[in-house]
DNA sequence: GAATAAGTTGACTGTGGTCTCAACTTGTTC
DNA sequence: GAACAAGTTGAGACCACAGTCAACTTATTC
């Protein structure tokens, strides 16, 4: 934990000026808004901007801070309910926040170096673990399905948002709605090639475009 | 049909490099490769570029001209198959030829500002309803599903193949056999949404990013 | 209420892209 | 092979963006 001392009041507001004008802009147009633009946007200098966060890619962890946090929470709500009902209710709520923040969406199908995953992923990651544990041992999830399989619905969902967003915003249902009956079919045909692996996942996660 | 009189020789030459040096680009970076950076490659000055295609798009079209047909192509073949093994040879090869160029990749899927439809458009259109139609009257593919319903393949595939092709470039084919055996499934449960409607599709298509 | 550290500013540099055009070169025509 | 039309060239105008910094302003400390 890195001990910072506390930022001068005006600076503190300036920051959180330019979080909340960041995170107006990136909800509304992904995030390649510009960083002048946030920085207009928030009423504030350029160089303030660059002040307190010299990359990008601190902004955009500052803005999703606590994004981790909302995953966790979901799969702890989705572990207190039966296995398969668990896992639609996790799914349908990680899409729900894709849906609803075109930065988000970027964030989760997308490129953008990310910063090194926090105790809070980490744990997000082992309850994904059980919710698809669980619901395979209950025999609903076909068994050749892993973790890593939930990414196809992340990606999917992602452009299938981008897409429609501004046509039929909950067009992703039907998408999400369709995976499922594949992930829970009692007819599975075997899967032509093996599922990723946690690393592969990692790096398609970080992969630029 | 504009009758165009014939191209002087080293126009047509530089024509056809011009076009040859964006498939090569795009196919190995998508379509945000920069037009200088085209010119240079093929040799000629961009000048020349901007006297042959006047807008992006016109050299977008120029490229991609024979996709179409070759998607017509594919979907005889198609309906020469039994109708769900006609169905699934139509995505598997579509979606390979969105994982073998990056440039079509974004062309199917991404926004870019399309060239009206021609009649190879439109007979594609006409053979894909077709194959859909055979699916599900054969019995195989579930009867809520509709020929718009396979965007989802595309964009799906589009998300998997862009994150996933330096690491695994045949993870997609798992995305698309879970996607298929939600479309067959013998246990349907009721989607969430109701189909795209065809010009909600175009819309989506023409959708800007 | 000085003194000082902390923070802000906005003009500026640099980069990379689109697109234009007047001067030039080349192919074609007779 | 002249003369004209067709096509090419590349420098440069223009723009949007990232990122820097010396001069300035403001909060905090004593």
Chains 1, 2 share one sequence.
């Not at 390649?32 to 990359?55: C, K, M, Q």
């Not at 899967?191 to 992969?207: I, Q, S």
Request: glycine share 4%.
């Amino acid at each position: 934990m890195p001990r910072t001392k506390p930022l001068r009041k005006d600076a503190q507001r300036n920051r959180d000026l330019l979080i909340k004008a960041a995170r107006e802009l990136y909800a509304a147009r992904g995030l390649d808004v510009s960083l002048d633009e946030i920085a207009r946007t928030a009423g504030v200098s350029s160089g303030t901007l660059y002040n307190h966060f010299p990359d990008r890619t601190d902004l955009i962890d500052a803005v999703f801070a606590d994004r981790a946090a909302t995953v966790v929470r979901i799969a702890e709500n989705a572990l207190a309910m039966e296995p398969w009902e668990g896992l639609v209710h996790f799914l349908e709520r990680v899409c729900e926040q894709q849906a609803a923040d075109r930065g988000y969406n970027d964030l989760v199908s997308r490129r953008v170096p990310q910063a090194p995953p926090t105790d809070e992923h980490l744990r997000g990651y082992e309850l994904m673990q059980q919710i698809v544990k669980r619901a395979r041992e209950s025999g609903t999830l076909r068994d050749d399905v892993t973790l890593e399989d939930l990414a196809f619905v992340t990606w999917g969902t992602a452009r299938t948002v981008e897409a429609t967003a501004g046509i039929r915003p909950q067009a992703w249902r039907r998408h999400l709605a369709l995976m499922l009956d594949g992930f829970r079919t009692p007819a599975p045909h075997p899967l032509p090639e093996p599922p990723l692996r946690p690393e592969e996942l990692v790096n398609a996660m970080r992969e630029c475009s």
